[in-house]
């Protein structure tokens, strides 16, 4: 057997934490050693990590760039599915901490921020945030900001650290 102890030492707790999380109570926990140690995306600890770095990464670039939030910029420039998609996914935030927490499961949470990340990191793939359209790209920025705030707020519910930079 190994201690949690030890296994906090050998893994962090970060990911110790995550992974007694997403599971529900009534499960059954394998803790997989190999996958807990592993720094790419099949680790849903990482996974969700590097999310919201790379969210930070793009504010900052953005900056960088000469481009703000600009809070008062038009979201009208946001039609395609995959950022409809996310923008009613963020909306969904107030409700699963509520219903995680009237029903004592946290891992809807781990779940929901796992779905988040992946939308996330399937519209990064395919589209710029900083574009050479400036009203397309205030509106983006505001959508990368709002996801980073949620990746952060839904990390720090479960006691998880949100990095800036990995």
């Given at each position: 057997?190994?201690?949690?102890?030890?296994?906090?030492?050998?893994?962090?707790?970060?990911?110790?934490?995550?992974?007694?999380?997403?599971?529900?109570?009534?499960?059954?926990?394998?803790?997989?050693?190999?996958?807990?140690?592993?720094?790419?995306?099949?680790?849903?600890?990482?996974y969700l990590q590097?999310?919201?770095?790379?969210?930070?990464?793009?504010?900052?670039?953005?900056?960088?760039?000469?481009?703000?939030?600009?809070?008062?910029?038009?979201?009208?420039?946001?039609?395609?599915?995959?950022?409809?998609?996310?923008?009613?996914?963020?909306?969904?935030?107030?409700?699963?901490?509520?219903?995680?927490?009237?029903?004592?499961e946290p891992q809807?949470?781990?779940?929901?921020?796992?779905?988040?990340?992946?939308?996330?990191?399937?519209?990064?793939?395919?589209?710029?945030?900083?574009?050479?359209?400036?009203?397309?790209?205030?509106?983006?920025?505001?959508?990368?900001?709002?996801?980073?705030?949620?990746?952060?707020?839904?990390?720090?519910?479960?006691?998880?650290?949100?990095?800036?930079?990995?």
């Amino acid at each position: 057997y190994t201690t949690l102890d030890e296994l906090i030492e050998e893994v962090g707790t970060d990911v110790v934490r995550y992974f007694f999380i997403m599971r529900g109570m009534n499960s059954h926990l394998n803790f997989d050693m190999t996958l807990a140690k592993d720094e790419s995306d099949a680790n849903p600890v990482y996974y969700l990590q590097y999310a919201h770095a790379r969210l930070c990464n793009i504010l900052k670039h953005a900056e960088s760039q000469g481009y703000k939030i600009d809070e008062n910029a038009t979201l009208t420039p946001l039609t395609l599915d995959s950022e409809i998609n996310l923008i009613k996914s963020l909306l969904e935030f107030p409700n699963i901490i509520e219903k995680a927490g009237g029903n004592l499961e946290p891992q809807t949470i781990a779940n929901y921020l796992q779905y988040l990340a992946g939308m996330f990191h399937k519209y990064y793939a395919k589209e710029r945030v900083v574009t050479e359209d400036a009203a397309k790209t205030a509106a983006r920025l505001i959508l990368v900001r709002a996801l980073q705030i949620i990746l952060y707020n839904g990390l720090s519910v479960l006691g998880i650290h949100a990095p800036e930079r990995m």
